[in-house]
Every structure is written in C-alpha cells, then in structure tokens.
C-alpha cells in the first residue's frame, strides 16, 4: 500500500508562481524525500528531510516536515517552464531501506 | 561521474517469453534495489542487494521475478513467461550503503511493453 499520498493530484501554473506539493504519511518515519520525474522516466533525488529536521532548502526549494501531522510540503519559488514535472514524496521508516512512494503530484508550469 | 544507467531502455516483448533487464549502478555504491512503476500501481518496491548479503527479496510479485547482482555490481532483473501485467517501467538505483537515511539514486528506467 502507498505511504505517501501527494495532494495534489495535478496543479497547473503560470511561469513565475510558486508552487506548493502536499505529502502526508501514515507511520512512523525516518525521513522523507522529495523526487521529481519526467517524461515517466527516471527519478531525480531533489531534498531529503530527516524527522528531527522542520524545514530545508536547496536553491528554489523548501521542504517542510511536519511529524505531529505526519505531513511535508515542498514549495518551488519561482517556477519556471523547465519544472513541469511529476513530483513524489517518498519515506524512509527506520532502518528500512525501502522507500514507500506517493502517487504523485503533476506539475505544468506554463510559460 | 556517470549516473545509474539501464538497458534496454525499452523491451516490448510477447507474452509468455522471458526478459531480462540490467542495471549498472554507481561505482562505489554497495546497495542496488529494483523498484517497478506501473499506472494502477504507482512506484513499488521489487528487491534490494547490500554488498555480499542475502537480497531482500519481499516486494516481488510472483516466483517468475528473479533478480541477482554479480561481483556487487551489475544487476539483472529476469522475469519469466512476462504477462500483459508486467508492463511497467523497471526502475533501478544504487545508494552508498544502503542506510535508512542514504539517498537512493535512480536509473532512466526499461519500459517494459508485454503484448
């Protein structure tokens, strides 16, 4: 069964706009992170937050954790045409190796 | 340096023949794992290989998936006798050494085609 639920399914927005993803967990986790796809084809490890961590950034980038509500967000500023994609929160619990993924955010940035 | 790579990076194939598919992971890193994407199913975990130990074989699907990692490299992922329902993306990655918060880096995937 999927662990992650990204919210939402899809999101449409103009070049320049932010964009914010919603992931949301079931258990117990070691740490969650964020992958972008495109085309349906490889994954691209963009952040990785551990659960004593609130909050990252990389370049355009902002991963919040939020373990009471067992959620994150990832947040792109300024977006750009070059971000659509699909985007998925995958988990991390323990020891455990297996990343339990989302199904799924799909972003189109329109230019 | 060169990132994991697949091959073929598309296999359409007949049903009730077998495939095999390959994974070159990241020189250096110990931990392989093969995870399939499929439309109704999302990305599953398939088998996970950290250096000489026994592989961790639980999210195969049926006795027809096999996997093996020579020499702790190159992995092959084989299916037996495919069925239209093995159509999905075979995607591999490697990580450093296999830790809970170790990053996991993804191949471009084999898309399977089973007609």
């Known amino acids: 069964s999927q662990q992650g639920e990204e919210d939402p399914q899809a999101l449409s927005i103009q070049e320049g706009e932010n964009a914010t993803m919603n992931c949301s967990y079931k258990t117990s986790i070691n740490n969650l992170q964020w992958y972008r796809q495109n085309s349906g084809r490889g994954l691209v490890h963009l952040i990785l937050i551990r659960s004593n961590e609130r909050e990252k950034h990389s370049g355009r980038l902002r991963v919040t954790l939020d373990t009471s509500k067992k959620s994150s967000s990832l947040l792109i500023t300024a977006s750009r045409a070059a971000d659509t994609a699909s985007y998925f929160c995958?988990?991390?619990?323990?020891?455990?190796?297996?990343?339990?993924f989302g199904k799924g955010t799909l972003l189109t940035v329109n230019p | 340096g060169a990132g994991v790579s697949q091959s073929p990076s598309n296999k359409v194939t007949e049903k009730g023949k077998d495939v095999e598919l390959r994974c070159d992971p990241i020189s250096g890193h110990t931990a392989l794992y093969w995870y399939r994407q499929s439309l109704g199913q999302g990305l599953e975990f398939l088998i996970y290989f950290q250096g000489n130990s026994a592989p961790d074989k639980s999210g195969l699907p049926s006795d027809r998936f096999s996997a093996e990692r020579t020499g702790g490299s190159v992995s092959t992922l084989t299916i037996q006798r495919t069925q239209q329902e093995d159509s999905a993306v075979y995607l591999c990655a490697s990580s450093l050494v296999g830790q809970g918060t170790d990053t996991q880096y993804f191949g471009p995937g084999t898309r399977l085609t089973v007609l």
């Open positions: 995958a988990t991390g619990a323990g020891s455990n190796y297996k990343l339990t």
